[in-house]
């Protein structure tokens, strides 16, 4: 071992690693662990794949936290921003339709967002028949991003089929554009009871009219009757 100072303040350098003033600052274990501080950083081999956590003066497990504006980038993809674009482009498809219901094709146009990652996405859904229908979509994050990777890292899709299988029952809810006929049926047929009334009131006005016309000749024709005896 080799001492460079005093006791206070001195670096020592043995077979296990380095030491500032007693404190180890980066050591190297016999069961090939290699620290870096006191406490913290570990790396190790082990079996083709390099390890590495943090443990802390109790030797228990701590989160690595990645701090200050530094990113934390794979393969040049910055992590955090990628997990973020998988959220904004699984929003943005699942504003799109995936069973026309009042026509054959159906196409539509979402957004989504997710972490402050913004993606939009377009997409149509066909009905083949009254059991078939498909759909595909895709889906692109905004451009511009750094550490986004390739486009294959900034885009996604997907394509899929709705098979109906059993008897096919009557829905128990109507359509908009049915709602929209069946109102206006109601209120052709207010109309047209607005209209039967009317003409009964006409009716009932001009019956009353007959009767009374009808009592004043009688009454007259008693009178007469009446006179010539």
């Known amino acids: 071992?080799?001492?460079?100072?005093?006791?206070?303040?001195?670096?020592?350098?043995?077979?296990?690693?380095?030491?500032?003033?007693?404190?180890?600052?980066?050591?190297k274990k016999d069961n090939g662990e290699l620290h870096i501080g006191q406490n913290s950083w570990i790396t190790k081999e082990d079996n083709g794949r390099q390890k590495v956590w943090a443990r802390d003066e109790a030797g228990n497990a701590i989160p690595i936290d990645y701090t200050n504006g530094t990113k934390l980038l794979i393969n040049g993809r910055d992590v955090e921003q990628s997990i973020n674009n998988v959220g904004a482009l699984s929003a943005a498809l699942t504003g799109l339709p995936t069973v026309p219901t009042e026509n054959t094709l159906a196409c539509g146009l979402g957004t989504g967002t997710h972490g402050g990652d913004l993606a939009f996405s377009g997409g149509c859904a066909s009905k083949i028949n009254e059991k078939l229908s498909v759909n595909y979509a895709a889906s692109i994050t905004m451009p511009g991003q750094e550490y986004a990777g390739?486009?294959?890292?900034?885009?996604?899709?997907?394509?899929?089929?709705?098979?109906?299988l059993g008897k096919a029952i009557k829905p128990t809810q109507i359509s908009m554009k049915e709602g929209k006929e069946l109102k206006k049926e109601i209120i052709a047929l207010k109309e047209n009871n607005q209209n039967i009334i009317s003409q009964n009131k006409a009716l009932l006005a001009r019956l009353e009219k007959l009767e009374k016309i009808a009592l004043s000749e009688n009454k007259s024709k008693d009178l007469a009757i009446y006179r010539l005896k």
């Open 150 to 164: 390739n486009f294959e890292d900034q885009f996604s899709a997907r394509a899929g089929f709705v098979w109906k």
């Open 1 to 27: 071992s080799i001492q460079i100072g005093n006791d206070e303040h001195d670096i020592d350098i043995t077979s296990e690693g380095l030491s500032i003033d007693g404190l180890p600052l980066i050591s």
